[in-house]
């Protein structure tokens, strides 16, 4: 596991995370998961896709990326990767569908929301690896990869969703 960080970059209630951050992250991190032997790096759709494509070009190990995880030999060892960790219901239940298949499962979030132990990452707990943990219920993240523009709209998707 990685250090936690704590964020800093804040304005007006919004982190933009940044490409530079993406791939100092993912350098670190790629070690990790060559040490892991990981045999296969999943994406979930839409914010892990980008992520797990790049550590797949850094790694060289393929990336599969589909709504749901492949079937997959027992001894596949694969990495689920996830932009953000909020409530930890979308990891846990890409963990259970791989689960199916194999017992060998590690997750990498490059962002985990807790706050302050009271935060639902408790159906999932902490990923394997992580970057950065947002302590603040009210700091909304924006990816490099996201469309500012969008900001409103995915904010109240969102909202609708948690309800």
Known sequence: MHKEKQIKMVKDG??????????????RAYGNIVEE????????????VVPAIMLS???????????????????????????????????????DECKVFTDKIITLCMVVRSYNGDSETKVMGFPDYHHVVISDKDIWVLFPWENPANLNKDKENYEEKSI
């Open 14 to 27: 919004l982190y933009m995370y940044n490409w530079k951050q993406v791939h100092a992250y993912l350098g």
């Open 57 to 95: 070009h850094l790694t060289g190990i393929p990336v599969i990326i589909s709504q749901s995880p492949p079937p997959m030999s027992s001894k596949t060892k694969i990495l689920i990767i996830d932009d953000i960790l909020d409530t930890g219901r979308t990891l846990k239940k890409c963990v």
């Open 37 to 48: 032997e990981v045999d296969l790096i999943y994406g979930i759709p839409r914010g892990g």
